[in-house]
């Protein structure tokens, strides 16, 4: 199987070093630009993010897939605040219309401070047997022949039905974030992609194993994407100073304590030392709280793209990168890192 790019889209130029990139306003114009160069870049597809705060995210996506012509778009969805039989038939109207450009993530949501902000009062456990449902009804809706039943926890439906059909077969792909212990089985019963941080390669082959585990008891087997920020430079010192400048610009995280189990893992892997396997460089994602996905890989090109492969040799068929300097980083690595990862996985 073909190793999947993945970069990520905002909406607006964030200031300074760039933990986040779907904060703001919207500047259409930049959106555009961002979405296009990542295109050019020869990325697969590219993350629209999701907050209690950030623009709608199938909207930015329709919009940005009306001004591109080849590159596919993760849609990062909530459950709990769209039926489930409506999302669907939201994520199958977008992806006829842009003829199989459409991947749903599934972000349960890890913050309760998140959740309450779009008056979701749900505790974090039921918030993933929620989900569970939720995928479940929106797996009937997208495959389902004729109007079907539905009763549960927390949804209930009588004869629901969806005249469309994904342009995608058997639906669109479900990404799944969450490594919860709750999270482990609703991922391992429903996702197509888990995504995880990126990690230590044995930290990321241990939580793999955990969850084949958990995803043969459904008779399934997900396919696995990393998220990573890679610092690359002509040189290896270079592509140090450059890490520790950009540290410097990040400053110290002063927010709360993380209540996201994927968060507290990326600041467990800090705790436990600055680099892991020759380049993974962790204060970034210490300084940052372990919020987005900020576990960095160091080096040059070559060196970075090397760290890449090592864990597809593990198994990871997809990564997600990007940088602080968002669409200028994503230009750079269309010229310097992804052919070198498409020349070593050319023959997938």
Known sequence: MAFNVLGMIGVAPQEGAAVHVIGGGIDPDYLVRFTAAHEHAGFDAVLVGYTSASAEGFQ??????????????????????????????????????????????????????????????????????????????????????????????????????????????????????????????????????????????????????????????????????????????????????????????????SGRVPEAETAKRLLRLAESGEIHDERLWTPLAAAAGGSGNTTALVGTPAQVADAILAYRQLGVDGVLIRGFDPLNDAVEYGRELIPRIREATSDD
């Open 60 to 253: 930015v996506a329709q919009f940005a897939a009306s001004h591109t012509d080849r590159i596919s778009f993760l849609v990062a969805h909530r459950p709990g605040f769209v039926a489930p039989t409506l999302a669907a038939r939201k994520a199958a109207t977008f992806d006829n219309l842009t003829r199989g450009r459409l991947m749903i993530h599934i972000i349960t949501g890890g913050s309760g401070f998140e959740q309450r902000r779009d008056g979701d009062f749900v505790g974090h456990d039921e918030r993933y047997a929620r989900t569970d449902e939720y995928i479940t009804v929106m797996k009937k809706a997208w495959t389902s022949e004729t109007p079907f039943d539905f009763e549960g926890r927390y949804y209930a439906f009588e004869r629901a039905f969806s005249e469309i059909r994904c342009h995608q077969t058997p639906h669109v792909p479900v990404y799944f974030g969450g490594v919860s212990p709750p999270a482990l089985g609703v991922g391992a019963k429903h996702a197509d992609w888990y995504a995880l941080f990126g990690e230590s390669r044995g930290n990321v082959w241990e939580m793999m194993a955990t969850i084949n585990q958990h995803a043969a008891e459904f008779d399934r087997q997900p396919r696995y994407q990393l998220s990573f920020r890679p610092i690359i430079a002509d040189t290896e010192s270079a592509a140090w100073d450059k890490a520790e400048g950009l540290l410097t610009e990040v400053g110290e995280y």
